[in-house]
């Protein structure tokens, strides 16, 4: 915890600040709020909103902490690279965007929730996708497979083809969204996410057979 510097309680702090937001509307909330839906936006889980409204962002920010600390490990070795700027920037802004598009859900504000969940995954699928070559080894983010966790070669040119097909795959998510085809987006982002697992499967094999 002596490690921490003020950017690791930013990022937690910023994790809990849509509390202040769902306690202002907590009386206009539901009992239960939905926080699933399906590809045909229905719902498919809720929760108490009080675990909704108090409880994720609590639980989130826990999250973040511990990462953080993990962070600031890495870097104290000198194998941080850009992976503590994904870690206390984006997975918290990512948490906040989804959590009030989820309360704003829950009172009626937004009717289809397949445009805002593949417009926000598909936009920082383009975000993850520059930082993706630049990410040293870790067991937090990244394609984590056992060959690509024991080989410094097989990690960087995996992460360098994902650098291309995540990108590729936000920026054809966001085009696809916009034009109403989710599952086409779904189909995208699933395909930008397991296709560099494969890639570095097959890196390993081949490089093995050679």
């Known amino acids: 915890m002596k490690n921490l510097k003020m950017s690791d309680i930013i990022s937690v702090v910023l994790c809990l600040c849509t509390i202040v937001f769902g306690a202002a509307v907590y009386d206009r909330l539901p009992d239960r709020i939905v926080t699933s839906w399906s590809m045909t936006n229905g719902p498919t889980g809720t929760n108490p909103k009080a675990f909704v409204v108090f409880g994720m962002p609590i639980i989130f920010a826990v999250v973040i902490l511990l990462c ?10 000198g194998t941080g690279g850009k992976l503590p700027a994904v870690v206390r920037v984006l997975f918290p802004l990512l948490f906040i965007l989804v959590q009030l598009a989820i309360l704003l859900a829950a009172l009626g504000k937004l009717k289809d929730m397949r445009f ?26 990244g394609i984590r497979t056992p060959h690509t966790l024991a080989s410094e070669e097989i990690w960087y040119r995996t992460h360098r083809f994902a650098g291309f097909t995540v990108t590729f795959g936000g920026v054809a998510g966001v085009v696809t969204t916009l034009l109403g085809l989710y599952i086409t987006t ?10 560099p697992a494969i890639y570095g499967e097959a890196v390993y094999y081949l490089g093995k057979k050679e």
């Open 68 to 77: 953080c600390i993990y962070m600031r490990l890495l870097e104290k070795r």
């Open 186 to 195: 779904f189909v995208i982002i699933m395909a930008a996410v397991f296709v």
């Open 116 to 141: 805002i969940a593949c417009l926000l995954v598909s936009v920082f699928m383009v975000l993850f996708g520059n930082y993706m070559p630049k990410i040293r080894k870790n067991w937090i983010f």
